[in-house]
């Protein structure tokens, strides 16, 4: 079983930039998919963006230009680039790693707030 530890986390001013990183307890190279989840305040947690193994990537159309999934495998990391950051993106963000024989696994989510 992996784990995963999501951080950097924190608050930015309206249009700003933040990198989150998702590392894993092990290699990442077995792990078929890699995904970014939010939720905010008193909403349900839903898709921000998706790498798959071999490199591909999906977004959720809130985010899409704005952030970019990327994995580095040599850190075993996941990161989230996002640029150009509103006040809607204030969110707790969960890594989610899933397919093959892995159980669906989350970290325990890293805090992210936009100040308008």
């Known amino acids: 079983q992996v784990r995963l530890v999501e951080s950097g986390g924190g608050l930015v001013q309206t249009g700003g930039s933040l990198r989150l990183s998702c590392e894993a307890s092990g290699s990442i190279r077995n792990i078929m998919n890699i995904a970014w989840y939010r939720q905010p305040p008193g909403k349900q947690r839903d898709f921000v963006a998706l790498?798959?193994?071999?490199?591909?990537?999906n977004y959720a159309d809130s985010v899409k230009g704005r952030f970019s999934i990327s994995r580095d495998y040599a850190k075993n990391t996941v990161y989230l680039q996002m640029n150009s950051l509103k006040p809607e993106d204030t969110a707790v963000y969960y890594c989610n790693a899933f397919g093959g024989s892995l159980n669906p696994t989350w970290g325990q989510g890293t805090q992210v707030t936009v100040s308008s």
């Open positions: 790498v798959t193994n071999v490199g591909n990537t």
